[in-house]
């Protein structure tokens, strides 16, 4: 076994939580050691490089209601960010529509007696709406919305989502996500433009011009400069010991069993792998599979000639279609593919063992191009190249009671003061890019002194 010696801080996983927080502390004098198990940093929030093509894993834009985070990004890519305009569409009953859905306008998009049902469906929500508490996804969106927009909007693309019915998933992902509380509340913002919209209604953000990676990799670069900060990459941590009032991590990299020791450690990590490598005792197996998350597979395709739309993502509900939304890189920044050609990244909603998951490489890129031409998006002709790549723990499932289970995973781990989670995989919460970044800065200012 490799001894790698002592560090101040250990950081477990090299996303853009882990990456932010050893900056800081990295310019703060902190020594600090990253274990990424991957060879490239950014966790989700990395771009992979074919063949001069360059591909996020599903698009990340950059907006903050917070001027610190924003100034923080922007000093961390020395401007080299481009200002891009929001179109996002859904395809709903053979049409794109604006996505979210703009009212009035938006009833369009529906049939005439699908409208009255809308309306109809509203009205009678209304009227019975009581105090008693939404558990579940479908119950906060059915007292708020009614049942018809629910139906043909909201429930579809959900499930498609995350693979379970919207009765299983709790309220806590609706109360999060859908920034308007109702459906005249939804007609208002339209009709009348808000000063500060929530985050998932903004109309611009901010985007690197080499892709969302440039954010992790000028982190980790600057925070390396700083002589404090050491990254191992194809290292996968195995399991956490306390020691006296340090803490020792063994991990694995590139076969060999190696050690580390240090007197804080930050997870990053997802909260069941943390969880397994933890001396918690009986009981871990089953808080660690309560805590699930969904993965997803990006199909990558490398498209001859000019751009397909002029949207930043389009989304497709319909449960016949393999991938659930799609982004072409350029209309991000014209930078993310060779001039004269464009690219596509469809993203799969799956987990690891599902039949999709299992499928090969090859049958997965056949089937998206076979729906890409149905929907008159993409004829196969003109696709040079494909790949695929497969993400395990994209995003922390809202299974209805997991916010006691996740309670009890906090309270176990809170026996080691010296031991902290971070960021939306390893706090098991879906946190947009600014409040992991914020997050991070706040930790690394916590323990700035606590040496």
């Not at 004829?379 to 993400?391: G, I, L, N, Q, Y």
Request: glycine share 8%; charged share 20%.
């Amino acid at each position: 076994m490799h001894n790698e010696g002592d560090a101040d801080l250990v950081v477990l996983g090299g996303g853009l939580a882990g990456l932010t927080f050893a900056w800081e502390a990295g310019h703060r004098g902190r020594q600090v050691s990253i274990l990424e198990c991957q060879p490239q940093v950014g966790g989700l929030a990395r771009t992979l490089v074919f063949n001069g093509y360059r591909f996020d894993l599903g698009g990340h834009r950059f907006v903050s209601a917070w001027p610190e985070v924003t100034q923080w990004v922007q000093e961390v890519m020395a401007d080299d960010l481009v200002s891009v305009v929001r179109r996002s569409r859904i395809h709903l009953g053979g049409r794109y529509v604006d996505y979210p859905l703009q009212f009035p306008n938006a009833f369009t998009a529906f049939s005439f007696p699908q409208a009255i049902r809308i309306l109809a469906s509203y009205l009678y929500a209304s009227l019975r709406r009581n105090d008693q508490p939404d558990i579940s996804f479908e119950d906060w969106v059915v007292r708020r919305f009614g049942r018809g927009l629910y139906d043909i909007y909201f429930r579809p693309y959900t499930e498609k989502v995350w693979g379970i019915p919207c009765a299983e998933l709790s309220a806590d992902w609706a109360s999060q996500r859908i920034q308007l509380p109702s459906l005249t509340a939804a007609v208002r913002s339209s009709l009348f433009r808000q000063q500060s919209p929530p985050a998932t209604l903004v109309s611009r953000f901010l985007y690197p011009t080499l892709g969302i990676g440039s954010l992790p990799e000028r982190i980790v670069a600057q925070a390396q400069a700083t002589g404090r900060v050491t990254l191992h990459l194809n290292s996968t941590v195995e399991r956490l010991e306390p020691d006296g009032r340090a803490w020792r991590v063994y991990y694995r990299q590139d076969g060999q069993e190696s050690t580390i020791a240090g007197r804080q450690v930050i997870s990053t990590i997802p909260l069941d792998t943390l969880v397994r490598a933890l001396p918690l005792g009986d009981g871990v197996a089953e808080l660690s599979r309560a805590l699930a998350y969904r993965g997803i597979i990006c199909v990558l395709l490398a498209v001859d000639g000019p751009r397909i739309s002029q949207d930043t993502w389009t989304y497709f509900p319909d449960h016949r279609l393999i991938f659930g939304r799609i982004h072409e890189p350029v209309n991000w920044s014209r930078l993310m593919a060779p001039p004269g050609k464009t690219s596509l990244c469809l993203e799969i909603f799956s987990s690891e063992g599902d039949g999709v998951w299992q499928e090969t490489d090859e049958r997965l890129v056949d089937c998206a191009l076979a729906d890409l031409n149905r929907l008159r998006l993409l004829t196969p002709d003109r696709v040079e190249a494909a790949w695929v790549t497969r993400v395990t723990h994209a995003y922390p499932i809202y299974r209805v009671g997991y916010a006691r289970v996740l309670r009890q995973a906090r309270e176990l781990i809170a026996r080691w003061p010296t031991l902290h989670l971070l960021g939306r995989t390893g706090e098991f919460e879906y946190l947009n890019m600014d409040a992991v970044i914020l997050r991070a800065l706040r930790l690394a200012d916590r323990l700035a002194d606590d040496r």
